[in-house]
């Protein structure tokens, strides 16, 4: 095997499929990178065994061939060459070590045989469709903040993906909950999707797509099985498991008769909560909030730091009543809002909490309250 390849085209197919390589990996061959040179350029693939990547890298192709290599190593080497480098990257197929030269360096790396990298057999897919790379991307930012990382309840570990109906209208939704909170949102339902089956996107999957999905103004090509999920776009195809579990019923979670209504302006409300909680206990950041006339009045108290308080003025024309939350949760939500304005629905001190998007009613959260 034998090609060259320009720096920077390297380096970004690189910096994709390492990614996915575990850093303390008990199985040598999981630490490669697989580097195939064919036909009009190089194949790049890497895996976990639960998630594989593959890219395409422009390349010149003198000798077609395939080995494997260190990813990290072969990354951080390639990092460091200089802009606009030409890379040459050859092995011996009666050698251990791949030879790469750029410029006047020279690098000799171990490599592993091409034939014990292991291959994700996709199967088949029941449903395929597009949608746009900005949805895709939405879907994950406001709902990737509830993903549970409890692993004994390893089905909240990732987003439910699912075709819905809301208010009449198909839509494609992503639900993710730790049991403390709830993300929801939709975006159209893509032609083909109707009839998906339910589907648990692993949390390292969705990490990946999100980094992955920023490069690209494409529609994202999605086949879709009861055991796997594959991304097509650009020249990446990332395909993984997903989690084989029971999603729980979230519709139960959200309250329908919340009566007390309240709109406050969003950034306002997020930086009170945010100085207020300073006082707080690193590990509840409660934070209590009393609900009156036209106005809620923040608070927090420490035995060791002492204790805080803050007015803001809101809409409220209902009961008086107080509730306590989780600060970070609190702010988490209010930070990926859209709009200037944010609209709860509260029913008493021991009920969830609805949140909404005044700028976005395809996006709904529900934050369970806490005793303060």
Known sequence: MKFTTERTAFLKSLGHVQSIVEKRGTIPI????????????????AT?????????????????????????????????????AQVEVSFDGDESQILLRAGRSRFRLACLPVSEFPIMNPGEFSHTFAIPAS??????????????????????????????????????????????RLACADVPLPQGAAGMPGIILPKKTVGELRKLSDETGMDISIAVSEQKIRFTFDDISLVSKLIDGKFPDYERVIPRNNDKMLQIDRQSFSQAVDRVSAISSERSKAVKMALGKDQISLSANSPDAGSAQEDVSAEYDSQAFEIGFNARYLTDILDHLQGETVQIS?????????????????????????RV
Request: some cysteine.
């Open 30 to 45: 999981l630490s490669n990178v697989r580097l195939e040179a064919k036909g009009e350029g190089l194949s790049l693939n």
């Open 48 to 84: 976990d065994m639960d998630i594989e990547i593959e890219e395409f890298c422009p390349a010149g192709v003198i000798q077609p061939g395939a080995t494997t290599a260190p990813a990290h190593t072969l990354f951080e080497i390639v990092r460091k060459l200089p802009d606009g």
């Open 135 to 180: 949805d895709l991307r939405g879907l994950i930012d406001r709902t990737r903040q509830a993903i549970s990382n409890e692993e004994t309840r390893y089905y909240l570990n990732g987003i439910f993906l699912h075709a819905a109906d809301s208010g009449g209208v198909p839509v494609l939704r992503a639900v993710a909950t730790d049991g403390h």
């Open 346 to 370: 509260l029913s008493d001190g021991a009920a969830p909490t609805v949140i909404r998007d005044t700028a976005d009613a395809s996006a709904l959260y529900v934050l369970m309250p806490m």
